[in-house]
Nanobody, 124 residues
Framework: QAQLVESGGGLVQPGGSLRLSCTASGFSLDYYNIGWFRQAPGKERERVSCVYHSDNNIYYADSVKGRFTFSRDNAKNIVYLQMNSLKPEDTAVYYC?????????????????WGQGTQVTVSS
């Protein structure tokens, strides 16, 4: 059974860092498009970062560009989101998602597999 599990969230002060992990089981992330999304209370789920299987291009939302870094460990079937210089507006539940395909998938409803989410709170 395909499953994604996120970890690494928590409470951090502004300017701090966290590294989120997303571990896949039941399928290999090598062959999937993988996205990190977040959803803050009262807001729509938004795309934070994605890697596209067709060309390994990595997308970052403008709001996180230069602060967040997507990486992966294929041997462990894990992807990471390193988040530096965190701001209060980064507070949200962060989800990883995956789907197969050859396009640049930008919308959350286009992703097939989802983790349960991990809470990130940036506050002093």
């Amino acid at each position: 059974q395909a499953q994604l599990v996120e970890s690494g969230g928590g409470l951090v002060q502004p300017g701090g860092s966290l590294r989120l992990s997303c571990t896949a089981s039941g399928f290999s992330l090598d062959y999937y498009n993988i996205g990190w999304f977040r959803q803050a209370p009262g807001k729509e789920r938004e795309r934070v970062s994605c890697v596209y299987h067709s060309d390994n291009n990595i997308y970052y939302a403008d709001s996180v560009k230069g602060r967040f870094t997507f990486s992966r460990d294929n041997a462990k079937n894990i992807v990471y989101l390193q988040m530096n210089s965190l701001k209060p507006e980064d507070t949200a539940v962060y989800y990883c998602a995956a789907r197969r395909g050859s396009y640049y998938y930008t919308k959350s409803h286009e992703y097939e597999y989802w983790g349960q989410g991990t809470q990130v709170t940036v506050s002093s």
